[in-house]
């Protein structure tokens, strides 16, 4: 069965601290997708990344960074320098390829103190 | 580009009332549209995929007699709550698809409706 794990469920740092968010995943299916959502205190959902389960290159956008490793089942987020405008919840899901579904992790709350 | 809009954004309403949402896609055409309910801190729970020109697909324990949902059009999925009770007080999220991409794309998301019933 699918399944998305965020342990952190809380995270606090201070401004232009690296932090990483952790998400690790469950699936029976060889095709997937997975998925990081940024959701501010105003409630929308903030689309960040998408990967497909053959694609396991890192990715770096600006101060935005992920690590998909398919051997341990993890596509963790990492921040940079963080900064007060990235405290939010940031949910990571997954998407098997022959279900329309977004399976939701917990959810990660972020705080970024100045 | 991908802009989903929701309306309203928040609606308060009298126990056993109807009160109706609106989710559109506003730069792409969505063959296929979801609702999600959200509890305070808590995750996204996906309620029914809305499937345009035909019947939604409803997840396991949500009564689709409640909440009824329309896919009338490639941009316009509706979700109506009937006869609304206190428990049924929530945020709702739509998200729509770009159905020109393929039934693998991402879903870009509305910006919510927080629901109060009284």
């Known amino acids: 069965a699918q399944k998305v794990t965020q342990a952190q469920t809380e995270i606090s740092v201070v401004e232009k601290e690296d932090v990483t968010l952790d998400c690790v995943y469950e699936t029976r299916d060889t095709t997937y997708y997975l998925f990081w959502y940024k959701q501010p205190p105003s409630g929308e959902l903030v689309f960040l990344i998408r990967r497909n389960s053959f694609d396991e290159q890192n990715e770096i956008s600006g101060r935005y960074s992920w690590n998909f490793q398919k051997s341990t089942s993890s596509f963790n987020f990492t921040i940079t320098a963080s900064q007060v405008v990235d405290s939010a919840v940031y949910f990571c899901?997954?998407?098997?390829?022959?279900?329309?579904?977004?399976?939701f992790g917990t959810g990660t709350r972020l705080q970024v103190f100045p | 580009g991908a802009v989903v809009s929701q309306h309203p954004s928040w609606v308060i309403c009298k126990s056993g009332t109807s009160v109706k949402i609106e989710c559109r896609s506003l730069?792409?055409?969505?063959?296929?549209m979801f609702w999600y309910r959200q509890f305070p801190k808590q995750s996204l729970m996906l309620m029914a995929t809305s499937n345009e020109g035909s019947k939604a697909t409803y997840e396991q324990g949500v009564e689709k007699d409640k909440f009824l949902i329309n896919h009338a059009s490639l941009t316009l999925s509706t979700l109506t709550v009937t006869s609304a009770h206190p428990e049924d007080s929530s945020f709702y999220i739509c998200?729509?698809?770009?159905?020109?991409?393929?039934?693998?794309?991402?879903?870009?998301f509305g910006p919510g409706t927080r629901l109060t019933v009284l």
């Open positions: 998200s729509a698809r770009d159905s020109g991409r393929g039934n693998t794309d991402t879903q870009y």
């Open positions: 899901a997954l998407s098997e390829y022959n279900t329309d579904k977004l399976i």
């Open positions: 730069d792409f055409q969505a063959t296929t």
